[in-house]
């Protein structure tokens, strides 16, 4: 795996490989380092994991529109995630005239429609006797289910990009499995690297995973700084075996994050914002 620095102007294609590009780093309420939401890129083809608030900001900082992008995916509701959607929609409606991508089971389509961006962006037109829904602003990519144990594992397919989904255990602290927890979900991609976006402590995830896709080559997880709350500990993390601990990077952090080393702890580090990892190099 490569680490290649940003030249100037984000790029949306590549030499086929695949390609993670961090649009930020940071957790909900940082404010070093934007927010955790990435882009996968192959070839052709792109996808942004989650579009929280300050993403447009991100990406024109990185010189393109939230219009040039064609295909997302998000893994649940908190602002961090979703808060740039509505730009995303109305850009896309009203002054790209594009309308984008999204890979979305139906259970999650109706719940970010209904408890979040039907207040912004339903009532913009009154056509027929209705105001617009999800179907106005994206087409919609229905995931499949492909597995059921050790958690249901669902598939996509965005061009040649692979996408596996499965449930985490995010909210509230204290559901006791993914099966009490408010939808939230987290993605392989291609078989070779996992992403479970914003999750607890969940051994039985990590271990799961490992095992039902040995090909998987990094992890890029979630930590806090604290104990409780609802994302990964930093110290809990810490008591995975070096294996693991040493093809996992961090992500979400707080802008306190210097309080703690994860190379010296055995981490493969802190994963970076607006630099590409190349994993094909
Ligand atoms: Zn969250």
């Not at 994991?49 to 990185?62: E, F, K, M, Q, V």
């Not at 449930?167 to 408010?182: G, L, N, V």
């Not at 930590?223 to 008591?239: E, I, M, N, R, S």
């Not at 992500?251 to 994963?271: L, R, V």
Request: include cysteine; hydrophobic fraction near 35%; glycine fraction near 8%.
């Amino acid at each position: 795996m490569k680490i290649e620095n940003l030249d100037k102007t984000l790029t949306l294609e590549n030499n086929g490989g695949l390609t993670f590009f961090f649009v930020g780093v940071g957790s909900a309420f940082a404010k070093a380092h934007f927010q955790n939401n990435i882009l996968v890129i192959k070839g052709f083809d792109h996808l942004l994991i989650d579009c929280g608030t300050l993403c447009p900001y991100a990406l024109w900082n990185y010189g393109i529109n939230t219009s040039s992008i064609k295909n997302l995916l998000i893994t649940h509701s908190h602002a961090d995630h979703i808060g740039g959607l509505e730009e995303v929609a109305l850009m896309g409606r009203y002054i790209s005239k594009t309308k984008p991508t999204m890979v979305i089971s139906d259970e999650y389509k109706k719940i970010l429609w209904e408890q979040s961006l039907k207040g912004g962006n339903a009532y913009s037109e009154y056509k027929n006797g209705e105001y617009l829904g999800f179907d106005d602003y994206f087409y919609q990519i229905k995931p499949t289910l492909i597995n059921k144990k050790p958690r249901p594992i669902y598939q996509a397919k965005v061009g040649s990009i692979d996408i596996k989904m499965f449930r985490t255990m995010h909210i509230p602290e204290t559901a006791k499995s993914w099966k009490e927890s408010f939808y939230s979900i987290g993605v392989l991609i291609d078989d070779r690297i996992l992403f479970p976006s914003d999750t607890r402590f969940d051994p039985d995830l990590i271990y799961g995973m490992l095992e039902a896709y040995p090909t998987i080559e990094y992890i890029f997880h979630d930590c806090q700084f604290y104990p409780g709350g609802v994302h990964a500990y930093y110290h809990d993390l810490k008591t995975l075996p070096p294996e693991i601990r040493s093809k996992m990077f961090l992500c979400h952090y707080g802008d306190n994050f210097s309080q703690e080393n994860p190379i010296k702890d055995g981490f493969a580090g802190y994963a970076q914002q607006g630099v590409y990892y190349n994993f094909n190099e």
